[in-house]
Nanobody, 118 residues
Framework: QVQFVESGGDLVQPGGSLRLSCAAS????????MGWYRQAPGKQRELVATITSSGILNYIDSVKGRFTISRDNAKNTVYLQMTSLKPEDTAVYYC????????????WGQGTQVTVSS
């Protein structure tokens, strides 16, 4: 059974930083690309950052230069370091293995709430 457990979300002021973690289980983590997604209130879930099994990184334009995705295959964990946070980054953040830009391979975890507000 595939599971994702996201953690690290918090209330932070604009300009602040957070590091999200996602522990994955139930599949061969090291051979899959992994991604961080987010869903803001009233909006569709969007794929924010991806890292392939070989370490190739990709980001949406709005987070480039501010977010960094990384992975630790020994711990089956993917991370998202977020800096210079903006109110528009407020969302529930999820991890999953992307199948396409729009579709993830597995069921979703509970996510972790990131709120950027003064």
């Amino acid at each position: 059974q595939v599971q994702f457990v996201e953690s690290g979300g918090d209330l932070v002021q604009p300009g602040g930083s957070l590091r999200l973690s996602c522990a994955a289980s139930g599949f061969i983590f090291s051979i899959y690309a992994m991604g961080w997604y987010r869903q803001a209130p009233g909006k569709q879930r969007e794929l924010v950052a991806t890292i392939t099994s070989s370490g190739i990184l990709n980001y949406i334009d709005s987070v480039k230069g501010r977010f960094t995705i990384s992975r630790d295959n020994a711990k089956n964990t993917v991370y998202l370091q977020m800096t210079s946070l903006k109110p528009e980054d407020t969302a529930v953040y999820y991890c999953n293995a992307p199948k396409t830009l729009e579709v993830a391979l597995y069921s979703w975890g509970q996510g972790t709430q990131v709120t950027v507000s003064s």
